[in-house]
């Protein structure tokens, strides 16, 4: 499976422990995002990388957020510290570079984090 | 802010029926529209786009129909099919913002037989 691939695909942890998540975009792909799910929502953008430079962040990721993208390849996301309210699906996924005016982003299954 | 409203939250709809879900935005500045497909424990795909140098777009059975006074576009699902139940997103984005996407709320969609 080429698709976007992220691990792991559940994450139970108590409130005040630090979780990470792994994203594995498309191999080609150099533009690589976060996005954060809750239940009966859109997702929300978080973040995003054009190789390994972290061009953006929303002013949903607080300082207790944290993603890297070393080498542009995988890209992890921590989360430290965390709370209740981080109970979400995080999405990642990635799109080619931008050589037209439209560009597609594949997503992955995204990692549920239930925070207790 | 909600930049992107979307409804209604839930639609059923017989099998071989059309199903039709509404997206407004507010920031004129959009320009693109995609509309994302989201089957559970899966994440979004997308199904189909417009800029908004056209009114309407069709592929396959789906359509999306894009008016640009009034800040809304659709999206048509035409002889809707029990494995189109999912749950549907529209979204917005600016051009060389990257694919920045802002979502609407959803809409379960669930085709009966």
């Known amino acids: 499976d080429t698709g976007v691939s992220q691990n792991p695909r559940h994450k139970i942890t108590k409130r005040g422990q630090n979780v990470t998540f792994r994203c594995d975009p498309i191999?080609?792909?150099?533009?690589l995002y976060w996005y954060r799910q809750t239940l009966g929502q859109g997702p929300e953008f978080l973040t995003y990388?054009?190789?390994?430079?972290?061009?953006?962040k929303s002013r949903l990721l607080s300082d207790r957020f944290s993603a890297e993208r070393p080498k542009g390849s995988f890209s992890t996301l921590e989360i430290q510290r965390t709370e209740q309210g981080d109970s979400a699906m995080y999405l990642c996924?990635?799109?080619?570079?931008?050589?037209?005016?439209?560009?597609?982003?594949?997503f992955g299954s995204g990692t549920q984090l239930s925070v207790l | 802010q909600q930049q992107v409203k979307q409804s209604p939250q839930s639609l059923i709809v017989q099998k071989g029926g059309i199903s039709i879900i509404n997206c407004a935005y507010e920031n004129t500045a959009f320009d693109y529209f995609p509309w994302y497909q989201q089957f559970p424990g899966k994440g979004p795909a997308l199904l189909i786009a417009i800029r908004p140098d056209v009114s309407e777009k069709k592929e396959g059975r789906f359509t999306i129909s894009f008016n640009k006074s009034a800040k809304q576009f659709s999206l048509h699902i035409m002889d809707s099919q029990p494995g189109d139940s999912a749950t549907y997103f529209c979204?917005?984005?600016?051009?060389?913002?990257?694919?920045?996407?802002?979502f609407g709320t959803g809409t379960r969609l669930q085709v009966t037989l």
């Open positions: 191999s080609e792909h150099n533009r």
């Open positions: 979204a917005a984005s600016l051009t060389g913002t990257a694919s920045k996407l802002t």
């Open positions: 990388f054009q190789n390994e430079a972290q061009l953006e």
């Open positions: 996924a990635s799109s080619a570079p931008p050589g037209g005016t439209n560009e597609k982003l594949f």
